[in-house]
């Protein structure tokens, strides 16, 4: 028991629940991090956050280092010291502290996890790292796989699929996200915001691709964002603010946005289009439903909110067609690593059958829903062909009535069919967009 406690209050061993979670049982870091994070200190939070962060996102390159350093390997009861060696090897690699300070601190760590046995093994084993980091590091430059810290199955088929830009997308999935805001124009145009995050302390600049896109120079927590609390902006990235430029609502429409939640880019639609005739907001989940009605809610916007199965309309809807259809499908989310790093440990080959037939169904039963003349607009936050660009080409060969809709403006590299922006292009995530219209 005194053991557990401690555990709670020692920020590594705090730090090692948390990334054991997303390793062993595959969870979300988001969720963990909310579980167990206002259990520390508030003055640990941040740290204990980097160190989670940090090492799930080189998670493959720490494991293969620690290999090397051990003996032999470890038993899957001392799992947690397996995990806290990793921790004890990112700050040593990637952490501005002082190195005998991270030593003697994560070894104290395994005292914390009840298991002072192997506080020798840890020491022997970081101060083993101090003294062979140069031929370490020759090792990990020597693997693709250790030097971008991806899993193999992934490396190898994004080497295959974008063999002029693959070790790009890797090094970006290793990258720290930066904060991009959606301005709300129908309260303050982005100039105007721009001058109050000015005044409030907060450099930032204009993002390129969107209007409505402003990128800060350092993130900070949405409380000291400006007029965050009434609605004059939120937290989205640049990629995903092109979708509702895209889809091209036009006043008096009614428009659907399958599988909304948490509501961001259904609130981007009516903040372009406040005169659309209706907006319908779905979601499968209704926990995530909830999200949709909040931050509409906060921005001060109406959309009619349905729990439903975007591949089963038979349950929910009401008959009556759709001029534009928003189906951002679930996807393996491979775009977006650089901002949820445990997607390195939690997605695996075997997932994507089920995926991808997900999509099939998706787009199969909204085609039905969709007005002839209309535009159903196609996105998944993957760069994954079979997610994207082939799913859109079997889609096509299945249904007669649909042809491709080239995107305007046109974003990222053309693909066989859509468009694919890679992870840091225009310092942007990695996301897939692809117009369908029924003829």
Partial sequence: ????????????????????????????????????????PAAARAFIQEMAYGTLRWFHQLAAIAALLLERPLKQKDRDIHALLLIGLYQ????????????????????????????????????????????LDEVIESDPVLQYSHPAWLTEEIRGVYPEHWEQVLAAGNERPPMVLRVNLLKNSRAEYLARLKTAGLAAAPHP???????????????????????CVSVQDAAAQLAAGLLDAQPGERVLDACAAPGGKTAHLLERTPT????????????????????????????????????????????????????????????????????KLRRRPEDLPKLIETQRRILDGLWPLLSRGGKL???????????????????????????????????????????????????????????????
């Fill in 92 to 135: 040593l690699r990637s952490m501005r502290l002082p190195a005998h300070a991270a030593v003697t601190e994560t070894v104290a760590a395994a005292e914390a996890l009840g298991k002072p046995w192997a506080k020798n093994l840890l020491n022997a084993c970081l101060r083993e790292y101090l003294r062979r980091a140069a031929r």
């Fill in 377 to 439: 607009l196609y996105a998944t936050c993957s760069i994954l062909p079979r997610e994207n660009e082939q799913q859109i080409e079997a889609f096509l060969a299945r249904h007669a009535d649909a042809r491709e809709a080239p995107l305007a403006p046109p974003v990222g590299l053309a693909r066989a069919a859509g468009r694919q922006i890679l992870p840091g292009m225009e310092g942007m995530d990695g996301f897939y967009y692809a117009g369908l219209r029924k003829i």
């Fill in 1 to 40: 028991m005194r053991a557990a406690k401690s555990s709670r209050s020692n920020p590594r061993a705090l730090c090692v629940r948390i990334v054991d979670e997303v390793v062993a049982r595959r969870r979300y870091l988001d969720a963990a991090l909310d579980e167990h994070l206002p259990r520390a």
């Fill in 209 to 231: 691709a969107a209007e409505s896109a402003v990128t800060l120079e350092t993130p900070v927590a949405v409380a000291e964002l400006p007029g965050f609390a009434q609605g």
């Fill in 276 to 343: 659309l005739a209706e907006c319908l907001a779905l979601d499968a989940d209704p926990a995530r439903t909830a999200l949709i009605e909040q931050n509409l809610a906060r921005l001060g916007l109406q959309a009619r909110v349905v729990v439903g199965d975007a591949a089963a309309a038979a349950t929910w809807w009401d008959g009556r067609p759709f001029a534009r259809i928003l189906a951002d499908a679930p996807c393996s989310a491979t775009g977006v690593i650089r901002r949820h790093p445990d997607i």
